[in-house]
Structure formats: structure tokens, C-alpha cells
């Protein structure tokens, strides 16, 4: 199989540059992806493009295991992006139907994308009809051009895409750094086609997404999706397993919510990391455990006066064992949870 890409780059006369993918003329052999794009040429950014767009051998596609018929999941490591990793470090999933498919999360990155975009490839030629993102954080949702390209309708809580607008820029920056600066190239705006105020419903052809917001917990956009054909229900971040959880909302509303997301009729559930696949509710033990270690510690470091610096150097530090990444992500999740208690 062969596949279109084309040169981008940062500066066209200077700085890093990388292949990007050009969806949608994927062929058996090079002449007819040559003649795909002699037919229908690519509206490109030629700004960013160096030299023209050439047919190549098909990619690297992202690795996918099939956890219920039609339900595929990528597993993004437990670790923070660097230059090994390139960014893959949230889960990553897409449903097959009878007419399209949803991709739920795209990573962190364009070449996650692209690789989402292969390994759909390799299962089905149906076209990729809708990106679900299940909240704002740049793990989850940076690698969504390439898919929107294709034509897919981007689908979120009505506000992420100016929770985006807000961040976008320091996440990149931040990246760069992280995964190296041309990983980041084709990363724009992201524009949401469908926003999902309460409930909305996806039909994929015989097989229907149920689609729900929440308020603030995890951050101010989550969103989940339940398989109906499954059981399974994709909860973003509102779930970790093994990866110590991050705070980015509300400590109290996130106990709250996953408390009322226990009592779904659900079989399984795909977290945001780890798993990939956990009993439901089960799956819920750990992280409400963590939450209400963390309450309960800040409520007792707020009573006995502490200052905040001194607090988050105790606050749920019994629950170091249990969790991956814990010294990132605790000490910040202490500062946030403190900050909201201290103000009830």
C-alpha cells in the first residue's frame, strides 16, 4: 500500500520540517496514489509546504488490540512525553459501525493522528465521520488535524474549543520542548463541529455512541462515551489507572461525578490512562480512594493552619505506593485542591 505525504515545516526556509500525511489517497500501488493527487490535488498550507506532495510506502500505523468487537484501544504509556515516547501517553480509541467510524482522543501530537488514521486503515475503508475529544488537555487532543482533514466532524463539550484557544499556544510551547519542536508541526486551532451541551447521540450505522458532559471535575470539558453495543464506556480522564491522577477542575465535583458514574449501567470502562480495559465499578476504587485522601488531607492541613508550601509536601503522600508519576502530578493536584477548600 501507498500513502500521499508532503514536506511541512516551521519555516520554509529554515528550522525543522516533517512528512505530514495527506489522507485519503491511500492506493495499492504508487501509480495510482500518484494519480489520485493529479486528480484531486491537496488544498495545502503553502506557507508550510516544502517541495510537492510524492506517494510513499504506507506508514507506521499506532498499535490497536480489539477489546469488544468493532471497539479498539491504543494504550499510551505511563510516563511524562519526551523524546523516546514522542508524546504517547494517553489512550487513544476508535469505534467501527456499519457505515463509519469515531475516534475517540487523538494524542498528543499530528503523527498520532496519522497513525490513528493508518490503523483504521488497515481494518476498514469506512470513512472516520466523527473526533470525539473527551476533554482540553493537549495529550488528548493534539493530533486531531489530520483526522479533521479527512473531513471527520470534530465532537466536544461546547467549551473546549476556547478552553483551546486559551492554551493551545503554552501547550505547544511546553511540547516542544518536551518531544522536540517538528513533532508539533501542523498543530492549529481546533475548531468543534458538534458540542455536546447535555446528551447527544451518535449513530456510526447500526451501532450508537452515547455522549455525555459532566460538570467541572477533572478539568471544565470533560466528556464520556458509552458504547451502546459494548457496554464500554470511554471516560477520558475522569478515570486513571496507574497514572497518578491530575487535577485540573474541581476536587470536590470530581468526587462527585465519579461518584455518580458508578452507578451507570456499564460493564467496562476505558480510563484515560492505563488499563487499557477495567471492570465497572470496580475500576473506580482507586481514584476515589486518592480523591478522598486528598480532601481529607488538605481539609486537616487547613485546619492545623498550614501554609500551602508546607502542605503539599504531606497532603496524600500515603498514597505514593499506589500510583506511577506520583511526585509529578501529586504536589500539583495538593496546590489545587487546597486552593478551592480553602475558599469554601
Known amino acids: 500500500m501507498f500513502e500521499a505525504v508532503i514536506a511541512v515545516c516551521l519555516e520554509v526556509t529554515a528550522g525543522p520540517c516533517r512528512e505530514q500525511l495527506l489522507p485519503g489517497y491511500e492506493a495499492e500501488t504508487q501509480a495510482i496514489c500518484e494519480q489520485g493527487l493529479a486528480a484531486d490535488p491537496p488544498l495545502l498550507n503553502l506557507d508550510q509546504t ?187 480522564d475522569l478515570v486513571f489507572h496507574e497514572h497518578t491522577p491530575a487535577l485540573d477542575g474541581r476536587l470536590i465535583g470530581w468526587k462527585e461525578v465519579l461518584t455518580e458514574m458508578t452507578e451507570m449501567r456499564v460493564k467496562q470502562i476505558v480510563p484515560g490512562h492505563g488499563g487499557p480495559v477495567l471492570d465497572w465499578p470496580d475500576g473506580a476504587t482507586d481514584m476515589l480512594r486518592y480523591l478522598n485522601v486528598l480532601e481529607t488531607d488538605t481539609r486537616a492541613a487547613l485546619d492545623q493552619g498550614q501554609r500551602l508550601g508546607d502542605a503539599v509536601e504531606t497532603i496524600a503522600e500515603s498514597e505514593a505506593e499506589h500510583w506511577d508519576l506520583f511526585d509529578a502530578y501529586n504536589p500539583r493536584n495538593a496546590t489545587v485542591a487546597f486552593t478551592e477548600l480553602e475558599w469554601e
Open 50 to 236: 516544502k517541495g510537492t506532495a510524492r506517494c510513499q510506502p504506507v506508514g507506521k500505523a499506532l498499535d490497536f488490540s480489539e477489546v469488544a468487537p468493532g471497539v479498539y484501544v491504543h494504550r499510551g504509556r505511563i510516563e511524562e512525553p519526551d523524546t523516546a515516547n514522542l508524546g504517547d501517553v494517553s489512550n487513544i480509541g476508535f469505534v467501527i459501525g456499519d457505515d463509519s467510524v469515531a475516534v475517540i482522543d487523538t494524542g498528543t501530537a499530528p503523527w498520532m493522528g496519522e497513525g490513528i488514521w493508518r490503523a483504521i486503515r488497515e481494518r476498514t475503508e469506512k470513512p472516520v465521520s466523527h473526533v470525539i475529544l473527551t476533554h482540553m488537555h493537549p495529550d488528548h487532543v493534539l493530533g486531531t488535524a489530520p483526522l479533521a482533514q479527512a473531513g471527520a466532524l470534530v465532537v466536544a463539550h461546547p467549551g473546549l474549543e476556547r478552553a483551546l484557544l486559551d492554551r493551545r499556544l503554552n501547550y505547544v510551547e511546553s511540547l516542544s520542548s518536551l518531544i522536540g519542536a517538528s513533532e508539533l508541526i501542523g498543530v492549529g486551532s481546533i475548531t468543534v463541529d458538534q458540542s455536546v451541551d447535555a446528551e447527544d447521540e451518535i449513530d456510526l450505522g447500526n451501532r450508537i455512541l452515547t455522549l455525555r458532559t459532566w460538570p467541572t471535575a477533572h478539568t471544565g470539558t470533560d466528556l464520556t462515551v458509552l458504547d451502546q453495543g459494548s457496554g464500554i464506556l470511554f471516560t477520558g
